[in-house]
């Protein structure tokens, strides 16, 4: 069974421009999280779908980032008119449901980097 | 409120020594503690987790102690070998959201 996976491993764009990181969950897995891990430091929560919904998107830092999860597998993380401050690796997580000890399975990441 | 607090940031240790890591948090909200450990390139993978309602949960060489009162809970590493050197995030899980602390690099020397 694969894991979680995450497109592009690497992305390097210039400061102002658009940028989609993809994620597909394990096969089955109704949530999917987005968080987001500056150099040295834990992953940070941006945003959960239940299903096509989000059913929590507190951490995302500003409306310049949106995520989609049309059919509730696959999920796109968007971020409009990039900084240089959202140089980070973005982490994709997915779970089976919700409740107690629904362990989150991590993809490797997105390292995305804005010049 | 939501932070966790984790320490010490990096630690060094021989082979078959048991390194401890601990974490304090201020949310009694939170339902769920896990440990996640990282290699470089890679994202987390879940190591052990705790529910708050128990005290002690050992799997194979890795037991985490929890002190609800305290609102303390630690990793201890029995018999720490090369390949156990990684970062180790403990966390709490608030809703469905998981709250990081700030990561413990251990480097284990043979």
């Known amino acids: 069974g694969a894991g979680v996976s995450q497109t592009p491993s690497n992305k390097v764009t210039e400061k102002g421009k658009y940028v989609e990181l993809r994620c597909d969950p394990i096969s089955g897995h109704t949530a999917l999280y987005w968080y987001r891990q500056s150099l040295g430091q834990g992953p940070e929560f941006l945003i959960y779908f239940q299903g096509t919904g989000a059913a929590d998107d507190s951490g995302l830092p500003n409306d310049r980032f949106f995520a989609v999860r049309p059919e509730g597998s696959v999920s796109t993380l968007k971020i409009q008119r990039t900084e240089r401050g959202d140089s980070a690796v973005y982490l994709c997580a997915s779970s089976l449901r919700q409740g107690l000890s629904n362990e989150q399975f991590f993809g490797p990441g997105t390292r995305l980097t804005v010049l | 409120q939501q932070q966790v607090k984790q320490s010490p940031q990096s630690l060094i240790v021989q082979k078959g020594g048991i390194p401890i890591i601990n974490c304090a948090y201020e949310?009694?909200?939170?339902?769920?503690f896990p440990w996640y450990q990282q290699f470089p390139g890679k994202g987390p993978a879940l190591l052990i987790a705790i529910r708050p309602d128990v005290s002690e949960k050992k799997e194979g060489r890795f037991t985490i102690s929890f002190n609800k009162s305290a609102k303390q809970f630690s990793l201890h590493i029995m018999d720490s070998q090369p390949g156990d050197s990684a970062t180790y995030f403990c966390a709490a899980r608030d809703t469905d959201k998981l709250i990081f602390g700030t990561g413990t690099r251990l480097q284990v020397f043979p």
């Open positions: 949310n009694t909200a939170f339902d769920y």
